[in-house]
């Protein structure tokens, strides 16, 4: 090894045919080299991006600096260990001839418009070469001028870390009005909201892939309501609402979208049992309602269903129940002793009908 540094010749022939020979531009002797630009920029790529969290942070920049109004961030683990994100915005979106040199190094849109932000400077054109170096895959599903962008980014844990504990909502507190993350782990949950209070004029929503689409779908169908019938524009995640069935939704999801569902999700989104999402900032409102700073809030998760029944909605159930429970309880000489009592836990309605004799 020591003869092979010594002779040029020899380390020559061991760079030329070794792996050593793609990473060095130059040999300065002494164990020094001069990196070649392309080594050189997949160490910095390493660095750059080192987790499931800073991918989300740089696609939101990216989202942001192309003048996006709302981010759907849909994100799933599976076998516990490989994390599928997708990145859905309403932006200016990318010319088809640029979809694939985007990933490439170096390339950039912001040539005059770098803009640096709390997390540093934006506009070197590394990020997403960088994403593509460290996951295992990054694809820009859809974009297009005018209709918005979507990316889908998988990557195992294994390999590229995350915060192990993606559950758990960041404890906030407000300081003079303005809220303010006090405590959490640095989840991508964290990320996004941390992201969103620095610009509030962006709605994002983060949930599982069935919990996007339902709230696009919702969202499209309130738009529609407010304006007879007609979509607003043609920004590509409003493509749910062309679906007229539930295999076509799931097929838009997954080709259009990067979003996969199974068909039988489809049809409960479709029949709307399962509901749309609160904005990281409307979520963020209903925590301070419940003066429950500690409260855990599973946001990557559907939220259980029975909570999502209004208290109106069950004081109404147990009334209907209070009711058809009367002309039933004189048969056996019994009465309720007040109204029937009703509770909601995960995806149980428990209802307590309490009884006395009659006349009692
Ligand atoms: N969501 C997006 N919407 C529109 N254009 C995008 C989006 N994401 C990336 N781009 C384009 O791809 C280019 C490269 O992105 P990136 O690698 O993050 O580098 P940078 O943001 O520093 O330019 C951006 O300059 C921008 O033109
Ligand atoms: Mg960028």
């Excluded at 599976?78 to 010319?95: C, L, Y």
């Excluded at 640029?98 to 934006?122: A, C, M, Q, W």
């Excluded at 607003?232 to 080709?255: G, M, N, T």
């Amino acid at each position: 090894m020591s003869e092979t540094k010594n002779n040029p010749l020899l380390s020559f022939v061991a760079n030329l045919t070794g792996e050593q020979y793609l990473k060095i531009e130059e040999d300065l002797g002494h164990g020094f080299v001069r990196l070649n630009t392309s080594e050189a920029e997949r160490r910095q790529a390493k660095h750059d991006i080192q987790s499931m969290e800073d991918i989300v942070l740089e696609m939101m920049r990216n989202s942001r600096d192309a003048g996006s109004t709302r981010i759907f961030i849909a994100s799933t683990k599976e076998d516990n260990i490989i994390r599928k994100v997708t990145i859905i915005d309403d932006a200016w979106g990318i010319p088809p001839d640029l979809h694939k040199l985007i990933f490439e190094p170096r390339v950039t849109s912001k040539l005059e418009n770098v803009i640096t932000d709390r997390y540093g400077i934006h506009g070197r054109g590394m990020a997403l070469f960088s994403i593509k170096q460290v996951a295992d895959e990054a694809e820009l599903v859809f974009s297009s001028p005018g209709r918005g962008s979507v990316f889908r980014v998988q990557t195992s844990t294994g390999l590229l870390t995350e915060r192990k504990d993606q559950s758990t909502y960041p404890t906030i507190k407000y300081r003079k009005g303005e809220p303010i993350i006090i405590r959490g782990p640095h989840n991508i949950i964290r990320t996004a909201l941390e992201f969103n209070l620095d610009y509030q004029n962006l709605e994002i929503y983060l949930g599982s892939p069935s919990d996007i689409l339902a709230t696009m779908y919702y969202l499209c169908a309130q738009d529609k309501d407010n304006n007879g019938g007609k979509s607003q524009d043609y920004k590509i995640w409003r493509s749910v609402s062309q679906a007229k069935s539930a295999a076509i939704l799931a097929d838009v999801a997954e080709r259009r979208l990067g979003l996969k569902i199974s068909v039988r999700n489809a049809q409960r989104i479709m029949s709307g049992r399962v509901g749309p999402l609160k904005t990281m900032l409307e979520a963020l409102g209903r925590q301070e309602e419940r003066k429950e700073p500690k409260r855990k809030v599973d946001l990557l998760r559907s939220e259980p269903l029975a909570k999502r029944i209004s208290q109106e909605d069950l004081e109404q159930l147990a009334g209907i129940i209070g009711n058809s429970f009367k002309t039933i309880a004189g048969k056996y000489f019994m009465e309720l002793t007040e109204a029937p009592e009703i509770k909601t836990e995960e995806n149980c309605i428990k209802i307590t009908i309490k009884v006395q004799s009659l006349g009692n």
